[in-house]
């Protein structure tokens, strides 16, 4: 069998999660986000998040790589946030490395299981399959974090975006706390 690529290297940040060579850069504002937040998510433009992926073919032979540079801010008292997905092949797990900041991963199936984990420099998370992950900064500083999974999962963003998660993160007296969603749908 002829291997697909050669060995490489890319060097990451652990602080800031940046990658170099310089990789494959999504961003995500609040105009991207919207719906998804209770409240009105504004100004449009305003950077919410960056994904630093690695170039790899998306096939299941090959592991998807990247760092997430997820910025603090609130919409209302809603905390800055990802936009959260399922895998689009829902049995394909995946784990986060946390590198810096402080945030929660919010998980869910979609039988309204949710689940809240720690994010934060240290943490490994890891995010079976079948469950809906969305990360989301708590804190004052960037959270950063590094993620890896099989390269054919894939992501369904739609279904969270017409469903949501069963629970939202809010800034509450004592910290983040946890609310129910109310426009979430089964």
Known sequence: MQPRLDPFTVFMDLRTGLLDPLPVV????????RG?????AEPADQLVYRVLSIPVPELNSEIQCSTTILEPGLVGDEY??????????RDRSEI??????EGRLLLATEDGRHRLEPLRAGTVNYIPGGW????INVGSDPLV???AYVG????????????GFPVRVVRGE???????NQRYRR
């Open 96 to 101: 986060y490395i946390g590198l810096a900041g």
């Open 145 to 147: 974090f590094f993620a």
């Open 132 to 135: 809906a992950h969305r990360s």
């Open 152 to 163: 054919d999962a894939g992501h369904d963003y739609e279904t969270i975006e017409g469903r």
């Open 36 to 40: 998804l937040y209770a409240g009105e």
């Open 174 to 180: 004592t910290g983040p706390t946890v609310v129910i």
């Open 80 to 89: 800055f946030m990802t936009k959260g997905h399922f895998h689009a092949v």
């Open 26 to 33: 999504a961003e995500r504002r609040l105009g991207d986000m």
